[in-house]
Structure formats: structure tokens, C-alpha cells
């Protein structure tokens, strides 16, 4: 399962905290990354970043994601993906219902 995860700072997330968890933070990012578990990118000129999870289950996501040093210190949006080849079928599933219920 793959979700996207779009994290942004707390405004708890002071200097100083920041400079205690970030390192800790890149560690257990680069952990993951390694396991094939994660991918993180920084967001330019915003105070956050992405992660892009590949984990067995909703529940194995949660636990990765508390565990992150600095959990406590962000907010998450996190987002469920699909593979681009398991859409497509649906979205001809839905033309067809469309036409048939005559919807522009």
C-alpha cells in the first residue's frame, strides 16, 4: 500500500527543537528508505516535507509514522495511492456509468 503523506511544522517547533530532532529525524528517515519502507523530500521555501510511504497495511503506516522523532512537532495529511494501471479501470467504469445515467 502506498500513501502520500504531506507534513508541516507546528509552530511548537521551535529553533531549538529543531536542531535536537531534525538529525534524529534524517536518521530514522534513512533507516526506513533503506528498508523500502519510505521516501522523503524537503519542501522548498516551506517549513515541512513529504513521505512517501510503502507499507503492508494502514496499521504498519501509523506505527512508522509515530515512531518519527518529530511526530510530536508536525501536522499530517495523509493520503491513500493507487497504481496508475488499477485506476484506469475504474475510471472506464465510471464513463460507462456516467452514460448511462445520461450525466454530462
Known sequence: MKFLMIERHR???TR????????AMFEYLEKLGKMGKAQHWVMAGQAGGVV??????NEELAI???RCPIYPYTTREIIPLWEPEKAAGL??????????????
Open 91 to 104: 475510471v472506464d467504469t465510471l464513463v460507462n456509468q456516467m452514460k448511462e445515467l445520461d450525466v454530462e
Open 11 to 13: 509552530e511548537s517547533l
Open 16 to 23: 531549538e527543537v529543531l536542531e535536537k530532532v531534525a538529525p
Open 64 to 66: 512508522l509514522v509515530s
Open 52 to 57: 512517501l510511504w510503502d507499507v503492508e497495511s
